[in-house]
Every structure is written in structure tokens, then in C-alpha cells.
């Protein structure tokens, strides 16, 4: 088969229409299943069931294939009278109660992954406070030193860390490869804690890179492998939220220990340090108490594995049997898309996978050139004085405590201040649980954009206002605000997204070349900042970042697809949408809602994509273009 042939396979799938009597061009994506006759796709499971040893479970294989025929309707399970009433019942309960229908072992398993960002919020900010202590134990006074110390995870995690993702998660699957992390996490946390040196500090910390960028690349992926579609999004960005949970306890970890001097001076680093050995140590002990993601087993081919690892995490068979039989259905189409490539290539040269990495590395991006990375200016003492008020986020993150106290809090004050900032940053994380599954991870990046983009406006014309005592309220002002809109916003959605956009067989690699992506702007950004300070000036550096802000959220509304409420197999066909007709779409209805603005009546404009959920549909298909 060649492979322009089996990409009409996929894009088979995706019909390109226009409504009667109007100008709009929207998708409909099909069900692979949605063409065949219930004869045809009981024949399918019986096919199914024995090429994968699961004979015994025949019946419940033959109910759940015609359960995924109509899965994307809301009532076509009651027409089913292959369906017992207690079953149909199991299928009520979980579309009505999305939250309250599933199984404890779900809510463990996101419990433990939550476990894996807290460890990832506390290795980030327990610096904050440490580093008051032991740059003056090890007489470091050196800018590009200090930075190169704090900035060392990050840099390995882009480096090695990430890429380690694929290679470990082929070989001993996504549970292993976090108890590789907490391993990793763990070790190095004492070797930081026992350090005599910073060039020992400093190598305990790229080490710590390696935990820092395969537990950020596998971690939220598991999640949305494991996850039901209608609240995927809400387990899978609890990754952003529980690392700023971490992020709140790495600061007070530095006031608890800020006085304990029982083996020196200077030993309070060691203990706020030292503390972040714990958390990997019980992450890494549960783990494997959990079920492996069903996902990785379907890419192993043992759906057999998958089976028994989805009835623990739905509940029931028929659930199991029904999301089992249907990713079997789309990844058959996907193995077919993908014939003849070379997984690197596959990125680049097969349309859904260049839009999935494209979208990605968008979101990815944007995270680190919102505004996030203002940090590493405070490491100039010439440029303190003035700017000591730019604290966006990772600002808070890494060096909030120094300059709480360049403006005149005691350091137990400054370290409670940081406290607060990361209380901002989880708190406001909370709206997010709720609306990331209904008001969308595009619609949400859509919103926050613009505001945030308005805050870094605010600050910089805030610095030109000569009065300490106007500017400073004013500088706060317009920095808490940023963290409220960024914790919802670019906070969760950029992590989530990455981990649900790529297909099965390349996520590994998809994840990690994200992960890789944000890590290196993040140490990049942070190391170049005060060159760019010292040639942009403050307030030009924040009109920087505010029009960046702007740039993100055009790229978002012409070009971002919408993931939320669909499986990550249906996102092969969401991804496999061009370009062209997604920028086409959203122009279109750029021109309906100035039409609306202006009063003028018109009927609702189709959505972009329509999800069949009758069989009937039949489908136009659209012109083949890979890239």
C-alpha cells in the first residue's frame, strides 16, 4: 500500500463540508465504525477477541464494539437491546455524573502522578530560600555562577532529560519511567543536601535534570492515557496544578527551616534541600501499585494487557471492552497512515503529526515567552533598584525571597512573602479543574492571552511613574494579577495539550521533543535576560513579552485545534484537518461576529468540527496535502 493511499485512510475520516446555504467550511469527523451494520461489527469483536486471547470475554467484546459505534451520542446506547437494563444504566451513570462514576483506582492513580508534580514544584523553588545560605557558605558572589547553579536542572533536562523519555518509557513503560525519576529525585536530593562545594552542588543539580525532564515528559501523558475523554483534561492538568502546590511547599520548606542551624551556620540550606527526598521516595514506592497505561500496552500490541489495566480504571468490563475496541479501530487506521515513514519523519511529513508537534510547540513556547521567565535581572545589582518589582511567576519561583529583601524585608519576612506568591499561583490553578473540559483549552488560552498580555503593558508604563509610593502598589497590582491569569491559563494548558496531541506510536517522542522545547527557553531565556534588560531597558522588555502575548493568541485563534471531550484516538482526525481550512473557519467567523456586533441578525455559524454520531453520514473527501 502506498502511502498516499493509506493517508486517504485517515482523511476518509474527515469530511470537509459546506451547510446548505452557507459559505462556512466545517469537518465531520467519523466514527470508523459508524458505516458498518451491527452484523458486520459483532463480526469485527469475534475477529478481535480471538487474535488477542480474549475468548472469555466474547459477550462483553460484541456489546462493547456496538457501544463504540454510538459512543459519541448521547442516548444511542438506549436503542441497544443487546444492553441489559443494569448495564445501560453503568452507561447513564457516566454520562450524567462524569466525576462521581468513576472507579477510586483512577483517583489514586492521579493522586500519585500529583505526588510526581509536587516533587517537581518543590525541586524548583526549595532553591529560593537555599540559596540565601549557600552561595554565602560557598562565597559565591558570581552572577553567571549563581545562575548557572540554579539554572543546571533545566538545562540538563533539555538537554539529556527529556530524551530520555522515549527510550526509557519503550522499555519499561510509563510507571517505570517515573520510578526512574523519584530514583533519581531522590539520590540527588542528598547528594545537593550533602554537598561540600558548589561544583558538587552543581553536578548534583544536572543530575537532578534527568529526573526534572523525563518525569515532566511522561508524567502528564500517563495521566491522559489513563483518563476518560470527558474529564481528561482536568486529571491530565492536575500535573500544572499539584507543581504549583510544590512550588507553594518549596517555600515553605524555606521557612520552617530557615533557623535550623544544629550542624552549622549555614546548615539551613541542607535541611530545605534535604526535605525534597521525601516526597520521591513515597511516589516512587506507589507507583507500581497502580496499572500500567493501557495505551503503552496497545503499542505493544497487548490488548489483552490493556483490557485488564482499563477495568481497573473504568470500573467495569463493558466500559473497558467499549474504549478498548475502539482505540483497536483507530489505531489500525493510524498504523496504516504511517506505513513507510521513519518515526522522525513521520513528524514532519504526515499532516496530523505536524500539526499535533506544531500545536504542541506552540503552547510549549508561548509558556516561556508569556512572561514567565522574568528572573534572572535581579541578579544585577544595577538593575534591582529600579525593576525590583518584576515578578512574574518563575520570578517567584527562583529568586523571590532575594528581592523581597532588596526592598527592605528582613529575610523570614521575604520568605513569607515568596509563601504568598505561591499561594497565588496554586489557588488560581483551582478555576481550571472545571473549565478546562467545557470552556476548552483553546478557549482558555483565547481568554487569558490578551489579559495577560494587558498586565505586562500595565507594568511597563507603571515604571515610568517617578513616585515610589504610586509605582510600587502599581507594580504589584499588575504582577499578582499576571499570576492569577497565567495559573489558569498558560499555566495548565501547555502540558496538558502536549500530552494528549500526539498519536500513539510517536507520543513518547512528541512529549519529550515539547518538553525539551520549554525547558531550553526556560534556561535560555532566564540566562540572556539581563542582556536583553540592559538593551531594552524595563519597560521595553515587558512591551516585549506583552506583544509576544498578542502574537500567541493570533496563532491560538486561526491555527490552535480544540482537544477537549474527544478521545486521543478521535484527535487523529481533529489534527488531520488542514491548516488552511481551520484558518479559513475561524476568518469566517471573525467577519459573523463583527456582523453580530454591528446588529445584524444571523443564524448560529456550524461548528468547526461536527462529530458524526449517526451512521448515515456520508463522506466528501478532501483533497490530499501530508504536510
Not at 467499549?322 to 489505531?331: E, I, W
Not at 529575610?411 to 488560581?428: E, H, K, Q, T
Request: aromatic share 14%; proline share 4%; glycine share 6%.
Amino acid at each position: 500500500m502506498s502511502s498516499t493511499t493509506s493517508i486517504h485512510q485517515m482523511e476518509d475520516l474527515v469530511s470537509v463540508l459546506r451547510p446548505k446555504g452557507t459559505r462556512t467550511t466545517t469537518a465531520l469527523l467519523q466514527n470508523p465504525l459508524g458505516q458498518l451494520s451491527h452484523e458486520e461489527i459483532i463480526a469485527n469483536a469475534d475477529a478481535f477477541v480471538d487474535a488477542n486471547g480474549l475468548i472469555d470475554h466474547r459477550d462483553v467484546f460484541r456489546k462493547g464494539a456496538l457501544l463504540a459505534k454510538v459512543y459519541n451520542s448521547k442516548t444511542g446506547f438506549e436503542n441497544l437491546n443487546q444492553l441489559t437494563e443494569d448495564e445501560k444504566c453503568l452507561i447513564r451513570l457516566e454520562k450524567e455524573h462524569r466525576w462521581t462514576s468513576q472507579p477510586s483506582m483512577l483517583y489514586k492513580l492521579c493522586a500519585v502522578c500529583a505526588g510526581c508534580a509536587i516533587v517537581q514544584g518543590m525541586d524548583q523553588t526549595v532553591i529560593n530560600g537555599a540559596q540565601e545560605f549557600y552561595f554565602d557558605e560557598f562565597n559565591v558572589d558570581s552572577p553567571t555562577v549563581k545562575g548557572l547553579v540554579n539554572g543546571a536542572p533545566y538545562i540538563a533536562a533539555a538537554v539529556v532529560g527529556c530524551w530520555l523519555n522515549a527510550p526509557l518509557n519503550k522499555h519499561i513503560g510509563r510507571r517505570g519511567t517515573i520510578a526512574f525519576s523519584c530514583f533519581v529525585a531522590f539520590i540527588t536530593a542528598i547528594w545537593q543536601a550533602a554537598s561540600r562545594h558548589w561544583i558538587s552542588l552543581l553536578i548534583a543539580r544536572l543530575f537532578l535534570g534527568l529526573a526534572v525532564g523525563t518525569k515532566s515528559s511522561t508524567t502528564p501523558v500517563y495521566t491522559a492515557e489513563c483518563a476518560p475523554k470527558d474529564i481528561r483534561g482536568a486529571l491530565t492538568m492536575m500535573w500544572q496544578m499539584w507543581t504549583a502546590f510544590g512550588i507553594m511547599l518549596g517555600f515553605l520548606s524555606g521557612i520552617v527551616f530557615q533557623s535550623t542551624t544544629i550542624f552549622g551556620e549555614y546548615t539551613q540550606w541542607r535541611w530545605m534541600i534535604g526535605s525534597t527526598a521525601l516526597p520521591p521516595l513515597i511516589v516512587g514506592l506507589l507507583v507500581y501499585t497502580l496499572p500500567e497505561s493501557p495505551r503503552w500496552y496497545m503499542d505493544k500490541g497487548n490488548f489483552k494487557m490493556a483490557f485488564e489495566s482499563l477495568i481497573s480504571l473504568r470500573g467495569n468490563e463493558l466500559q473497558a471492552s467499549r474504549d478498548v475496541f475502539l482505540a483497536f479501530k483507530f489505531l489500525q487506521v493510524e498504523e496504516n497512515t504511517n506505513k513507510g515513514h521513519n518515526i522522525i519523519g513521520e513528524i514532519f511529513s504526515i499532516r496530523r503529526n505536524w500539526r499535533a508537534a506544531q500545536s504542541a510547540w506552540f503552547c510549549m513556547f508561548m509558556q516561556q515567552f508569556c512572561g514567565s521567565e522574568l528572573k534572572h535581572i535581579f541578579l544585577d545589582p544595577k538593575l534591582t533598584k529600579t525593576d525590583s518589582s518584576f515578578l512574574v511567576v518563575n520570578v517567584i519561583a527562583y529568586y523571590s525571597t532575594e528581592i523581597f529583601k532588596m526592598a527592605g524585608y528582613s529575610r523570614s519576612r521575604a520568605l513569607f512573602a515568596s509563601l504568598g506568591g505561591g499561594a497565588i499561583n496554586w489557588v488560581f490553578a483551582l478555576p481550571a479543574v472545571w473549565t478546562i473540559d467545557t470552556f476548552g483549552r483553546r478557549n482558555l488560552l483565547l481568554l487569558t492571552f490578551p489579559l495577560m498580555a494587558i498586565c505586562l503593558f500595565w507594568t511597563g508604563f507603571s515604571l515610568r511613574i517617578e513616585d515610589e509610593e504610586t509605582r510600587v502598589p502599581l507594580l504589584a497590582t499588575s504582577m499578582y494579577i499576571f499570576m492569577a491569569l497565567y495559573s489558569p491559563g498558560m499555566g495548565p494548558v501547555p502540558f496538558t495539550y502536549s500530552a494528549e496531541a500526539f498519536p500513539l506510536h510517536i507520543r513518547s517522542l512528541g512529549m519529550a521533543s515539547a518538553t525539551s522545547l520549554t525547558w531550553t527557553f526556560n534556561f535560555l531565556l532566564s540566562f540572556t535576560w539581563p542582556r536583553m534588560m540592559a538593551s531594552f531597558g524595563g519597560q521595553n522588555a515587558f512591551f516585549w513579552y506583552g506583544t509576544w502575548n498578542l502574537i500567541g493568541w493570533t496563532f491560538a485563534y486561526f491555527l490552535l485545534p480544540e482537544t477537549k471531550a474527544m478521545t486521543l484516538e478521535e484527535l487523529d482526525l481533529v489534527f488531520s484537518v488542514r491548516n488552511r481550512d481551520h484558518a479559513r473557519y475561524y476568518t469566517q467567523r471573525l467577519r459573523w461576529y463583527f456582523k453580530r456586533l454591528i446588529g445584524r441578525r444571523l443564524a448560529p455559524m456550524p461548528p468547526l468540527y461536527q462529530i458524526e454520531t449517526d451512521s448515515t453520514e456520508f463522506s466528501i473527501r478532501p483533497e490530499v496535502d501530508e504536510a
